[in-house]
C-alpha cells in the first residue's frame, strides 16, 4: 500500500515536531496564566471549554514533547549530532511546564483528588529527562544550566502537586480540624465527688465557662470599626478572608459554635446590602483561589523561599548559557528557541509574582489589627500604596435605561470581575414555543459605548438612507426570500447533526437560556429578606426552622394561607418549583405591567423579581441538577412530561416562538373542573394545568380587598426567595465550591449570606472556643 505521507512530509515532521511542540507548550503556559483567572468571572460557556482545552493540551504538549526527545536521542537521521545536545537541555523547561503556572493547578474538584497521580508523573518525568539528560552528558557543555533548571523545574511540579494534595476534600478538612477536646477530667472529678461524699462534705458542681479574650476583641473590632459606615476596600479584604478562615468549612461540612455564628450575625446584619455583596465576592473568590489554585503554597515563608530558589536558578543557568556556553556549534533556530523558553520561564515568574502582589491574599496579610509600633506603619504604607488596585475590582454599578426597567445593574469589567455577575434563567413556556430569551436589561460592552458615541452611524444612526433603499427594492426581497429558505434548510441539517451526537441539551444550554445581570434593588430585596428571618432566629431551633422552609413561612402568616399552602407543603420540592414556575409565568404573561404616578414602583419590581427568581430556580432543576441533586432525577422526568403536554397544547393551537402570552392564555382557559390526577394517575408526572390552578387561586386574591393586588407578586417574590433559601441550604456543600470557577451562582452568594446569618443547620456546639472550668464547693 502506497504510504500517503510521502519523504518531503516526512522530513518536515522529524524536523520541527520537537520545536513546534515546545514552543506550543510555552505559548500554553502563557495563555493559561492570563486568562485562567478569568473563568471565576464569566459563565459562557465557549470560554470556559477553552480553557479546559488548553488545560489538557498543556499536560499532553509537555509530556508528549518529553517522549520526542527521548527518542531523537541517537538517532542521527533525525537531528543532526549538535543540535541533539541542545535538545537535551529541553526536557527541564518542560518540568516548568508541567509544574503549571499559579493561576491553575486544578479545572475542577475532582482534579485535586488526582494528587498523587500527580506525584507519580513527577517521578517519571524527572527519570525520562534525567535519561535524555545522561545519554547526551559525555559530551554535553550544558550540564550546569541543565541542573539547575532540573531544580527549578522539580520545584515547580512539586508545588502544584502539594497545591492538589492542600486543595484535596480529606485535606482540606483535616486541615481545619481543631486539636481534640476531651474536656473537662471527667474521672477525676467523679473521685473527688465521692471522697467528699464519703467524708460527708457538702458538695456542688459549678460550671463556669472561660472568656476568650482574643476573639472578644476582634468580635468588638469588626463591630465598632465599621458601625454606620462603609467598608474601605481593604476592609472589605480582610473582613472577607477573616470570615473565610472560619467558614471554608462550610464545604465540607465542618460544623461551627454558638459564638463564630454570633460573631458572624452581629457583623453581617449591620451591614448595608451592598457592603454584605462585596464581601462574599472576596470571601468566594478565597475559596477559589485555596481550592483551584497554587496560592496556598507559594503565599508562606517557605513558598516565598523555593519560589525565589527557582527564580534564580533559572537566571543563574539564563546567564551561564549566555556568557559561559559556547554557541557555535548550535544550530542558530535552536538558539533562538532556548532563549525563548528562558525568558518566557522568566515572565512567567515575574507575571506570577505581580499577581501575587495585588492578590487578595497580600491585602489580607496586611492586616494591621494585632500590629504596632515602626511594622504597623510600615505595613500601613505598602498597603495604603497598592490597595488603590482594589479600586478596580469594586462591584460596578450601571444604571440601565429602558422603559418601565430603570435601576441600577452589576456592570464590573470583565478583566476584574470576582464572579460572572449574572443570573441564568430557563423558562419552561419559551422553551416549548422555541422562543428567543429576553433579558429585562442589556448591559452594553465598553466597545459598544465607544462605537454608539463617536460612529452613531453604524448603529442605527442618520446616515443608513442607502441600506434602507436596498431593503425596499425586489431584487432585496428575492434575495431574502432566497437566504431564508437557505438558513433554513441549514438549520434543519444542523439540528439532525446535533440530535444524532447527543448534543442536544448543551446546545439548548447556550439557544434558550436567558443571563439576566444582577440588579441592586433585587440583591438588597434578597438581603433584607434573609436579614428578616435572621432577627427572628435568636435561637437555635427557629434558625433550624426558618432555613428547611419552602414557601410555608410567609404562608403562614397570611389569611390565605390554607389555598396556597397545598401547593407548598403537599408536593415535593421538585413539583413544588414546576407548579410556581409556570404560575408566576402565567400570571407575568396574562397581567399588564402598571406605572405609578407618584413613582412608587414596588408593584413593578416584586414581579420582576418573581419573574428571575421563578426562571433561575428553573433553571437550577432542568441544567444545574447538581444543585439540586436531591431532586434531580424525578425533576427532570417532571419537566419533560409537563413540556410534552404543553407542546401538545401549542400544535392544537398553531403557536409558534415568541408567542408567550398567547400560550399563557391558552393554559388559562382550559377549563380545570377536575383535578389533573384524578383524570391521569400517574401515568404522566405533568403539572401543566396544577399550576394553572394555582395560577387562578393567586388572581383570585385580587377580589379579596382593596389594595390586595399589589401584596399578590410581593407575596410570589417572597416565596420565591424562601424557595431559593431552601434550595441553597440543602444543597451539596461541594457543588457550591465546583461553581465558583464556573462563573459563580447566585444560589451560593446566598447559601454563604444565610450562614453569615446564622441560619443553617451547621452550627451545633453550644460553648464558645473557651474552655470549662468545674469547680467543686459548697
Not at 433584607?528 to 410555608?552: F, H, M, Q, T, V
Not at 430556580?617 to 425533576?635: D, K, R
Request: with cysteine.
Amino acid at each position: 500500500m502506497h504510504n500517503p505521507i510521502t519523504g518531503t512530509y516526512k522530513k518536515i515532521w522529524d524536523d520541527w515536531n520537537i520545536r513546534g511542540v515546545m514552543l506550543f507548550s510555552l505559548f500554553l503556559q502563557i495563555f493559561l496564566i492570563l486568562f485562567a483567572p478569568l473563568r471565576k468571572g464569566t459563565s459562557n460557556k465557549l470560554i470556559i471549554m477553552l480553557i479546559w482545552s488548553v488545560y489538557l493540551l498543556a499536560d499532553w504538549a509537555a509530556n508528549f514533547a518529553v517522549g520526542l526527545i527521548s527518542n531523537s536521542q541517537g538517532d542521527a537521521t533525525t537531528t543532526e549530532e549538535s543540535s541533539t545536545y541542545l535538545l537535551s537541555f529541553w526536557p527541564p523547561f518542560l518540568l516548568l511546564h508541567l509544574g503549571g503556572p499559579d493561576t491553575i493547578t486544578a479545572f475542577a474538584l475532582e482534579d485535586n483528588e488526582l494528587w498523587l497521580r500527580h506525584a507519580l508523573g513527577l517521578f517519571f518525568q524527572v527519570l525520562a529527562a534525567a535519561y535524555v539528560f545522561l545519554q547526551a552528558l559525555p559530551r554535553t557543555k550544558l550540564a550546569i544550566p541543565t541542573l539547575l533548571v532540573f531544580v527549578a523545574g522539580i520545584i515547580k511540579y512539586l508545588e502544584r502537586t502539594r497545591a492538589l494534595y492542600l486543595a484535596s476534600l480529606d485535606k482540606f478538612r483535616d486541615s481545619m480540624l481543631k486539636e481534640p477536646d476531651p474536656g473537662p477530667n471527667y474521672a477525676k472529678l467523679m473521685d473527688d465527688i465521692a471522697s467528699k461524699k464519703e467524708a460527708n462534705l457538702p458538695t456542688t458542681v459549678i460550671m463556669i465557662e472561660e472568656q476568650s479574650g482574643k476573639k472578644s476583641n476582634t468580635r468588638r473590632s469588626l463591630i465598632g470599626e465599621r458601625d454606620g459606615l462603609c467598608l474601605r476596600d481593604l476592609q472589605v479584604v480582610h473582613y472577607a478572608y477573616h470570615f473565610f478562615d472560619i467558614f471554608k468549612g462550610l464545604i465540607v461540612d465542618l460544623i461551627f459554635s454558638f459564638h463564630e455564628r454570633n460573631e458572624s450575625r452581629d457583623f453581617f446584619i449591620n451591614l448595608t446590602p451592598e457592603d454584605a455583596l462585596r464581601v462574599i465576592e472576596v470571601e468566594l473568590n478565597f475559596i477559589y483561589d485555596a481550592l483551584y489554585s497554587k496560592v496556598q503554597v507559594v503565599h508562606s515563608r517557605f513558598g516565598y523561599s523555593t519560589r525565589f530558589i527557582s527564580f534564580a536558578s533559572v537566571v543563574a543557568a539564563l546567564l551561564i548559557f549566555h556568557f559561559k556556553v559556547n554557541k557555535s556549534g548550535f544550530d542558530e533556530f535552536d538558539v533562538g528557541i532556548t532563549y525563548a523558553l528562558f525568558l518566557g520561564a522568566i515572565a512567567l515568574d515575574i507575571v506570577a509574582f505581580l499577581m501575587l502582589c495585588f492578590s487578595d491574599w497580600t491585602f489580607a496579610a496586611l492586616s494591621t489589627d494585632s500590629e504596632n509600633g515602626l511594622k504597623l506603619k510600615i505595613k500601613s504604607g505598602i498597603a495604603a500604596t497598592i490597595g488603590r488596585f482594589l479600586i478596580l475590582k469594586r462591584p460596578k454599578w450601571y444604571i440601565c435605561r429602558q422603559e418601565k426597567h430603570n435601576c441600577e445593574v452589576l456592570a464590573t469589567p470583565f478583566l476584574f470581575r470576582r464572579w460572572s455577575g449574572h443570573i441564568s434563567g430557563h423558562n419552561l413556556i419559551r422553551y416549548c414555543l422555541k422562543g428567543s430569551p429576553t433579558n429585562f436589561h442589556q448591559v452594553k460592552n465598553c466597545v459598544y459605548r465607544v462605537i454608539t458615541k463617536f460612529i452613531p452611524g453604524i448603529i442605527g444612526g442618520k446616515d443608513i438612507h442607502f441600506i434602507r433603499y436596498l431593503t425596499s427594492c425586489r431584487v432585496s426581497q428575492f434575495l431574502s426570500f432566497i437566504y431564508g429558505k437557505v438558513i433554513h434548510l441549514l438549520g434543519f441539517i444542523i439540528q439532525l447533526v446535533i440530535d444524532y451526537s447527543g448534543l442536544t441539551d448543551f446546545v439548548d444550554e447556550i439557544r434558550y437560556l436567558s443571563h439576566e445581570p444582577l440588579t441592586k434593588p433585587l440583591w438588597e430585596f434578597i438581603f433584607n429578606e434573609l436579614r428578616e428571618k435572621s432577627n427572628s432566629a435568636d435561637e437555635p431551633e427557629n434558625a433550624k426552622k426558618i432555613s428547611s422552609a419552602r414557601g410555608n413561612w410567609i404562608l403562614e402568616s397570611r389569611d390565605y394561607h390554607d389555598k396556597l399552602l397545598p401547593y407548598v407543603t403537599g408536593v415535593t420540592f421538585d413539583e413544588s418549583l414546576l407548579l410556581w414556575h409556570i404560575a408566576t409565568e402565567l400570571l407575568y404573561q396574562t397581567e399588564e405591567e402598571t406605572t405609578h404616578e407618584d413613582g412608587n414602583n414596588n408593584y413593578n419590581n416584586h414581579r420582576q423579581f418573581s419573574k428571575i427568581l421563578s426562571d433561575y430556580m428553573l433553571y437550577l432543576l432542568v441544567v444545574q441538577t447538581t444543585m439540586i441533586s436531591v431532586e434531580a432525577g424525578i425533576g427532570k422526568i417532571r419537566f419533560r412530561d409537563t413540556c410534552a403536554e404543553a407542546k401538545r397544547l401549542f400544535r392544537s393551537k398553531n403557536l409558534g416562538a415568541n408567542e408567550e402570552e398567547e400560550a399563557c392564555e391558552q393554559i388559562l382557559g382550559v377549563y380545570t373542573y377536575v383535578e389533573p390526577v384524578k383524570v391521569k394517575g400517574d401515568r404522566s408526572k405533568s403539572v401543566l394545568f396544577d399550576a394553572s390552578m394555582l395560577a387562578q387561586v393567586l388572581n383570585k386574591m385580587d377580589d379579596l380587598e382593596e389594595g390586595v393586588k399589589e401584596d399578590k407578586w410581593k407575596l410570589l417574590s417572597k416565596i420565591w426567595v424562601e424557595l431559593l433559601s431552601y434550595a441553597a441550604c440543602n444543597c451539596i456543600p461541594r457543588t457550591h465550591a465546583q461553581e465558583v470557577n464556573k462563573g459563580g451562582e447566585l444560589i451560593t452568594f446566598v447559601w454563604l449570606l444565610m450562614a453569615h446569618f446564622g441560619l443553617g443547620e451547621q452550627f451545633q456546639i453550644n460553648k464558645g472556643q473557651g474552655r470549662t472550668k468545674l469547680i467543686i464547693g459548697k
